[in-house]
């Protein structure tokens, strides 16, 4: 199996002269440098240690809070303090110009989407406010990557992969965004109890009700699922068996209405792209299931944790 990336390439094989073998071929064609087994791809250090396989980001962390001057500070538990609530500027001099704040937002972004699920809500919400950003947001911004460098050994252990099996946790607030009204979803992807994929946004259109938002949660959580199944349809013979997906949401309305043909006053509105989680899930591509609240992991994707809730999700995804 050959992974590329621009330039990069990524190879697997079965043993190691097979691998040799395809890396002569391959250098009769091009001109390449081989690094040997992987120490670092795209930003993320491959940590081998005591026969496992660790991805983190520490030393970028170091050195992102070196360039804001951050030192670890036990008193920061969250990226977001609990009942935060940020919203645009009303008026155009509550703008700050001096602060590199969409260089910060992307390069937190840069690490939420590699290593670090925990800091993706903070990170997509003050992203919202890249052009129209006070004091205030500036400080949020600052506390997240406070956290990044208090939490900064936190790493995803790939040896704890222990089947093929996917699963998935999907959650939505409702209307939590207090300038257009609209929603914030998510989901997190395993394979084989490790994190495999996770995603956060804010809703494309406005949910009327807590049961469309979860509804279109799910919509988000199933499209990244299918994509990543096909994939792995393709690695038939390093997997010949792969277990049916399971999707967790907490919202036993969005999961009736998924298995429910019948349409509502309530419902008759929701746009049709949307409604082929009916079908797939009728056609058996996957299984819906119900979870607890604070059971469900993707709740992180939703609003500011609390410490005890944010220590639960960290045991359940970092090493």
Known sequence: MLLFYVDDL???????????????????????????????????????????IQLNQTGYISNLAKEFEIEPNKLVKVPLNVGTILQKPAEAEEHSSNFPYRSLV???????????????????????????????????????????????????????????????????????????????GGFLIFLGGVPLSWGCKKQSVVALSSMEAEFMAIVNCLRELHWLAGIFSNFSPVANHQKLPVVFSDSLAAIH???????????????????????????????????????????????????????????????
């Open 10 to 52: 990524v190879l697997f094989a079965i043993n190691n002269s097979f691998l040799q073998s395809v890396i002569r071929k391959v250098s009769q064609v091009f001109d390449i440098t081989n690094l040997g087994r992987i120490q670092k791809l795209l930003g993320v250090v491959f940590d081998r240690r005591q026969g496992k």
């Open 106 to 184: 992307g390069s937190l972004l840069f690490l939420a989407t590699r290593t670090r699920p925990d800091l993706l809500f903070p990170v997509i919400l003050l992203s919202q406010f890249n052009t129209c950003f006070t004091r205030v947001h500036e400080k949020c911004l600052l506390q997240v990557l406070q956290y990044a460098c208090n939490t900064q050994t936190h790493s995803l252990n790939l040896s704890d992969c222990s089947s093929d099996c996917m699963f998935a946790f999907t959650d939505a607030s409702w209307a939590n965004d207090r300038d257009e009204r609209k929603s914030f």
């Open 257 to 319: 209405f998924s298995r429910n043909d019948l349409e509502t006053s309530r419902t008759k509105h929701i746009d049709i792209k949307y409604f082929f989680v009916k079908d797939w899930l009728a056609r058996g591509y996957f299984e819906l299931k119900s979870v607890s609240g604070k059971l469900n992991l993707a709740d992180i994707f939703t609003k500011p944790q609390n410490a005890q809730s944010l220590d639960r999700f960290r045991q359940a995804v970092f090493a």
